[in-house]
């Protein structure tokens, strides 16, 4: 309970401030070129900035909780982790296969207006996560035409 009482008036906190912040932002209304111009640009600066502490804070909580709840579960049963590694196992094989595929070669690309020619291993890596996300579409259409199967002639 301690716990939910803490983030709670995190929460509330962030709240506020991000609701001040926004206030700020928004009654900043200056023309462009005007004396005040240069302080809009600061309020604009701290607003960007304040959405990257949140931004960062969200990507941290979605990684540690997780991984809290993991290694909980870990050591009140370990049993029921056995599903959770399999599903790691699977998605790792999944990635290892698409980055196996993958075309890194310049020609997979068109080219660009400004020369800026990517490397080839920004290329497999960026045709990794295509693959990636082609497999895991697949098996998830294959996975509800079966589930819908079953159900038939269940």
Not at 51 to 75: H, N, R
Not at 78 to 101: E, G, N, Q, W
């Amino acid at each position: 309970m301690q716990l939910r009482k803490i983030l709670g008036i995190l929460t509330i906190v962030l709240f506020v401030v991000t609701a001040i912040i926004m206030v700020m932002f928004y009654t900043q209304v200056v023309p462009l070129g005007s004396p005040q111009d240069q302080m809009a640009h600061g309020v604009t600066d701290m607003t960007m900035g304040w959405a990257y502490v949140l931004f960062g804070l969200c990507a941290l909580l979605a990684i540690a909780f997780p991984i809290w709840e993991f290694v909980k579960q870990l050591i009140d049963d370990p049993k029921s982790v056995i599903k959770t590694l399999v599903t790691i196992v699977v998605i790792a094989i999944v990635f290892f296969i698409a980055y196996a595929i993958a075309d890194g070669s310049i020609d997979s690309i068109l080219p660009l207006a400004d020369n800026n020619v990517p490397t080839e291993g920004e290329l497999k890596w960026s045709g990794a996560g295509l693959n990636a996300l082609y497999i895991i579409l697949g098996l998830s259409v294959v996975a509800v035409i079966y589930a819908e199967v079953a159900k038939k002639f269940n």
